[in-house]
């Protein structure tokens, strides 16, 4: 059975709280009650009432200084309040409503108003609660959803003999959109996989893990070219992949989603990289305190055309070189003052030599997050790091 409502009466006079006591024993609500504003926040604590009745005029902590707290603490700034005043006394009416009170009670007390504004506050209070259940259970889903989502990046990155390759992903919300993977694409080659997909929030990220899952399955079934025991080359494995995935979306679903996609397989032996760049931004390369080669595009973006073709290119990683790829959310970055990061300024940070590729990862990582310092994430940021040792 459920708790009748539990109203907390604030007031320094004993006769009001009698008279609001009986008048709401009558109504079937439970009663507790404050002579001033330091008692009454004790009982908001220990009590969690349902509603307040709150009188202005108090000694030891006035009802403006109750209801300042009130509605300063997470916790208690959905409890409705209405204000007790007199009738004549419109300035601290108004005084209270501005500070959050739901509404106001005049003295003399009359019953079938005091009725109306119990019915309203714990009308409001009661959506409110339906609210936060409803929010707290959207929380939990999405805590699910990013569970499942972390399921398709990869658990740990390979760290094959001579080569070093580091990782950063950052989620703008609590599912993303980008994607990436590292993989053994061959005996003595390895996948390397990053995307974006379009727009941000859950239908991306539902997006993000059929790209993803596509293009890792796709090219694992394009080891062949049919049935005969003719192997498909390593760009032919590619470019089968991103035309599979592109037809699949593009006639199955039929939706708006698309994927920006660098999709790569390394040589380690050699350092050769076949390399497909489907509409993303341009990796890069890296010697030394240098830029020396930017892989621009070969193709355009996944999911978008029915039948688009791909093409695929070649680069060569010499000892001591570095390919980094990255998602646009480093470049889209805005501080607090709405500047933009900038293409520019996000090459710029390559004119210093680096170490190793975790080192260089760490570096991007923390002059982005500084340039942006508190303001909102508005995109997902990935980097992948692959060098060469030398």
């Not at 109203?7 to 320094?12: H, K, P």
């Not at 208690?76 to 959050?100: N, Y």
């Not at 009359?110 to 609660?129: C, I, N, Q, S, T």
Request: net charge negative; glycine share 8%; with cysteine.
């Amino acid at each position: 059975m459920n708790n009748p409502p539990k109203i907390l009466i604030v007031d320094d006079e004993p006769f009001n709280i009698d008279y609001l006591e009986q008048e709401l024993e009558d109504l079937d609500y439970a009663t507790i009650s404050a002579g001033d504003g330091k008692e009454a926040l004790e009982l908001v604590d220990s009590e969690s009432p349902d509603m307040i009745l709150l009188d202005i005029m108090m000694p030891v902590m006035n009802g403006f200084e109750v209801l300042s707290q009130l509605k300063g603490n997470k916790a208690w700034r959905d409890i409705p309040v209405v204000v007790i005043s007199a009738i004549d006394d419109m300035r601290a009416i108004a005084q209270g409503i501005e500070m959050g009170a739901e509404d106001y009670l005049p003295k003399p007390f009359e019953p079938v108003l005091l009725m109306a504004r119990l019915k309203a506050g714990l009308e409001k209070k009661r959506l409110r609660d339906l609210e936060q259940t409803y929010l707290q259970g959207m929380q939990r889903e999405l805590e699910i959803g990013r569970e499942i989502q972390a399921d398709f990046l990869p658990k740990t990155i390979l760290q094959p003999d001579g080569w070093e390759i580091a990782t950063s992903f950052v989620s703008a919300r609590e599912v993303a959109g980008d994607y990436y993977d590292v993989f053994n694409f061959s005996q003595d080659k390895i996948g390397l996989m990053l995307g974006d997909v379009c727009d941000k929030g859950l239908g991306s990220a539902l997006y993000m893990t059929l790209f993803r899952s596509l293009l890792r399955a796709a090219s694992d079934l394009g080891t062949r070219e049919d049935n005969t025991q003719n192997p498909k080359s390593e760009g032919q494995r590619l470019i089968a992949a991103a035309r599979l995935t592109n037809n699949y979306i593009t006639t199955v679903h039929q939706s708006a989603s698309f994927s920006t996609l660098f999709f790569g397989n390394l040589e380690l032996a050699s350092g050769r990289l076949c390399y497909l760049n489907a509409g993303h931004e341009p990796p890069l390369i890296l010697s030394s305190n240098q830029i020396r080669h930017r892989l621009k595009g070969t193709g355009p973006v996944v999911g978008l055309l029915e039948d688009a073709e791909f093409r695929v290119g070649e680069a060569q990683l010499e000892p001591g070189e570095l390919l980094l790829v990255y998602s646009d959310g480093f470049t889209d970055v805005q501080n607090p003052h709405g500047a933009m990061y900038s293409r520019e300024k996000f090459l710029s940070l390559f004119n210093q030599p680096f170490d190793d590729a975790q080192s260089l990862v760490q570096r991007i990582i923390r002059e982005v997050s500084s340039f942006r310092g508190d303001a909102i994430q508005f995109d997902d940021m990935t980097l992948m790091a692959v060098m060469r040792k030398g």
